[in-house]
T-cell receptor
Framework: AQSVAQPEDQVNVAEGNPLTVKCTYSVSGNPYLFWYVQYPNRGLKFLLK??????LVKGSYGFEAEFNKSQTSFHLKKPSALVSDSALYFCAVRPPYNQGGKLIFGQGTELSVKP | NAGVTQTPKFQVLKTGQSMTLQCAQDMNHNSMYWYRQDPGMGLRLIYYSASEGTTDKGEVPNGYNVSRLNKREFSLRLESAAPSQTSVYFC?????????????FGPGTRLTVL
């Protein structure tokens, strides 16, 4: 079965430190990969996506993600965390040949950045 | 451009009551989706509409029905609400013209079934 895993329910980081939120996937073929962020009581906001090409993808608010095909991972990173980055982060995968553009979401990782 | 809008924002129902969640988008998107979000489970697809006039089941369709009223609007109906349907419901849309289209989400409807 196709799936997405975010192995950490919560990540705690001090402001100014680098952050990583992990994502691995189990999908056959070459999927499209997405990261979304959700602030409290809000909908999901698109951060970035990987389609093809350079394994390092840059997105909104200084976030980037690294695609690793051999490890089937798509980890979200930021060089210097801000308190305002505290939110719930979702990794999502769109399998190839997917009718209707459906996404498979991970369970989410709560990022907490302390001053 | 309002993007994706949802009504209502909050709703409390008693078991057995029915209701319809409304979703509209003003981005001329072809595809629309309904998800539910439960703690620790991420977002799960309930139903989707790849284009106007079509609807298909997602991962968790039981207890729900949908209507793609026109290109802009996609509603979700609970015919007989159950406590297990207590959740936050999100509508999303995408242009549907490319494989790597981004989905855009509404603000959500928080539903409690007593």
């Amino acid at each position: 079965a196709q799936s997405v895993a975010q192995p950490e329910d919560q990540v705690n980081v001090a402001e100014g430190n680098p952050l990583t939120v992990k994502c691995t996937y189990s999908v056959s073929g070459n999927p499209y990969l997405f990261w979304y962020v959700q602030y409290p009581n809000r909908g999901l906001k698109f951060l970035l996506k990987y389609i093809t090409g350079d394994n390092l993808v840059k997105g909104s608010y200084g976030f980037e993600a690294e695609f690793n095909k051999s490890q089937t991972s798509f980890h979200l990173k930021k060089p210097s965390a801000l308190v305002s980055d505290s939110a719930l982060y979702f990794c999502a995968v769109r399998p190839p040949y997917n009718q209707g553009g459906k996404l498979i979401f991970g369970q989410g990782t709560e990022l907490s950045v302390k001053p | 451009n309002a993007g994706v809008t949802q009504t209502p924002k909050f709703q409390v129902l008693k078991t057995g009551q029915s209701m319809t969640l409304q979703c509209a988008q003003d981005m001329n998107h072809n595809s629309m989706y309904w998800y539910r979000q439960d703690p620790g489970m991420g977002l799960r697809l309930i139903y989707y509409s790849a284009s106007e006039g079509t609807t298909d089941k997602g991962e968790v369709p039981n207890g729900y029905n949908v209507s793609r009223l026109n290109k802009r609007e996609f509603s979700l109906r609970l015919e007989s609400a159950a406590p297990s349907q207590t959740s936050v419901y999100f509508c999303a849309s995408t242009s549907g013209t490319g494989d790597a289209d981004t989905q855009y989400f509404g603000p959500g409807t928080r539903l409690t079934v007593l």
